[in-house]
């Protein structure tokens, strides 16, 4: 019975951390479909340039995952999370910076990419402490589990934030956008003071040498890798696409994403689990692939949003199949 109770406690934390990543996430959600907005309309800067803001914050995710990893490792979930949120703060604080000078155009946009990068770091940060966290608390036999109400809170948030961050936009500007950004990890912060950390080990082993484990997983890394490329298209040039063609709502082709995301991970989250990893990766990506064909070929608004739609739902379980 007392087993059983901790095991329900558990799942109860591990919920309540899920949720503290959906608020914090919002701060990474909501300036997606800003920045390249801000960057071509407010700065005058092409497609290119606004396509390098937002993706740099991803790049600099993928520069301090491993360094991550061995912080949340060596200090603890609950730490390095903290720590990432701080980072999620600073950035949106540094990106403000942006919207406020007077300086000329390509000097306020290094500023915007100086606040994506620490954005990026926190993301890294929060990630890897939340997984941890999260498997701590459920057990590794569960692992696929976690993944899948990770990533769920992840898309969660960027459902709603991007047509969020375009009605902040049209209201508070660029400024009122950066403010709610910088506010959203305070919240995150106190949500989770209260919590138990999931202590590291005492004597954690020796970490194996890199280049032998990637020998074993850059195959699995590399399946990731491409399928985050529609979402990378997505986050960077659908709001531009939008407004281009001056369509209406720009801001939910995100949303039309993180739904289809969202609900895989939550009705089928179980499946990398229980039919196999590569077959599920196989018809995700075979489904994402038709979202990106729409997506290319789209003429009306309508197509546009089922293609990204189409490419949530085959991005969905990638991760955590190539995870398990």
């Avoid at 407010?42 to 340039?49: A, D, E, F």
């Avoid at 994506?116 to 608390?137: A, F, H, P, Q, Y």
């Avoid at 979402?231 to 995100?254: K, T, V």
């Avoid at 995700?284 to 949003?305: C, F, K, R």
Wanted: glycine letters at 14%.
């Amino acid at each position: 019975m007392t087993k059983l109770s901790r095991r329900d406690a558990g799942q109860v934390r591990l919920w309540i951390v899920s949720a503290v990543l959906f608020v914090s996430y919002l701060c990474v959600a909501i300036p997606l479909p800003v920045v390249p907005v801000f960057t071509t309309r407010q700065l005058g800067l092409s497609n290119s340039w606004a396509g390098l803001a937002v993706g740099v914050a991803f790049f600099s995710t993928l520069l301090t995952r491993g360094r991550a990893g061995a912080l949340s490792d060596a200090a603890g979930s609950k730490s390095a999370t903290r720590r990432g949120l701080l980072f999620y703060g600073a950035g949106a604080f540094i990106s403000a910076l942006a919207g406020v000078t007077t300086l000329p155009p390509l000097a306020a946009y290094f500023i915007l990419v100086a606040g994506r990068l620490l954005v990026g770091w926190g993301e890294s940060l929060v990630g890897v402490g939340i997984i941890t966290w999260g498997i701590g608390l459920a057990g590794p036999a569960q692992a696929g589990k976690v993944l899948a109400i990770v990533g769920a809170a992840i898309y969660g948030a960027l459902a709603v934030g991007g047509p969020l961050g375009l009605v902040l936009l049209n209201h508070v500007g660029f400024l009122g956008v950066m403010a709610v950004s910088v506010v959203l990890p305070c919240v995150g912060i106190l949500a989770i003071a209260p919590l138990a950390e999931i202590a590291p080990a005492a004597a954690p082993p020796r970490r194996a040498a890199l280049y032998p484990v990637l020998g074993r997983i850059w195959r699995h890394g590399l399946i990731v890798c491409l399928q985050g490329v529609g979402f990378a298209i997505l986050g960077a040039f659908f709001s531009l696409l939008f407004l281009h063609r001056e369509w209406a709502h720009a801001g939910f082709g995100i949303t039309a994403f993180g739904a289809g995301f969202v609900l895989v991970r939550l009705c089928l989250g179980h499946l990398p689990d229980t039919r196999g990893a590569l077959p599920v990766a196989t018809v995700s990506l075979a489904v994402e692939a038709v979202g990106q064909l729409l997506l290319w070929g789209a003429g009306t608004p309508e197509v546009a949003l089922v293609g990204a739609l189409m490419t949530g739902i085959g991005c969905s379980l990638i991760f955590p199949a190539m995870g398990r």
